[in-house]
């Protein structure tokens, strides 16, 4: 990917009020082409347009219901947070990750979180090394 189409990635991505859009509702809404791999009523996963192993995948809930970023969780996302991982499993098993693979969920500006829409990494394909980062 170029840079200026890195950059209009990243400026799409930074933080907005709750339940504003991100670049991830443009995906959901196919306004914005991704490498779907894994689609039903409640998630979608998409290739990372930056892998940082050789599988990068980014799973995320269709409804974001406020749930914009971990710290928001509240008892109501319960359900929408476990189904993530599961879907999570179920990818890594159609990758072919038997091995292992990383499940990671960055978590504000500290964290490294670019888009606030809470989402899933699941990466694989290569050793994972630790710390992570």
């Known amino acids: ?10 400026s799409a991505a930074a933080p907005t009020a709750d339940d504003a859009p991100t670049i991830f509702d443009k995906i959901i809404n196919k306004e914005i ?4 791999v894994y689609e039903d009523a409640k998630a979608l996963a998409f ?3 930056s892998p940082q192993a050789p599988t990068h995948i980014i799973i995320i809930p269709k409804v974001k219901d406020g749930l914009t970023r971990l710290a ?4 109501r996302h319960i ?3 476990g189904y993530l ?8 098993k159609q990758e072919g990750l038997e091995d292992g693979y990383r499940v990671v969920i960055n978590d504000g500006p500290s964290g490294c979180q670019s888009v606030y829409h809470l989402h ?3 990466l ?3 050793q994972m090394n630790w710390p992570p980062g």
């Open 33 to 36: 082409p991704s490498k779907v």
């Open 85 to 92: 991982m599961y879907i999570a499993k179920v990818i890594a």
């Open 124 to 126: 694989g394909g290569r």
């Open 79 to 81: 359900q929408v947070l």
């Open 1 to 10: 990917m170029a840079s200026s189409e890195k950059d209009a990635a990243l």
């Open 72 to 75: 928001k969780a509240e008892e």
């Open 120 to 122: 899933v990494h699941l």
């Open 47 to 49: 290739r990372d347009i």
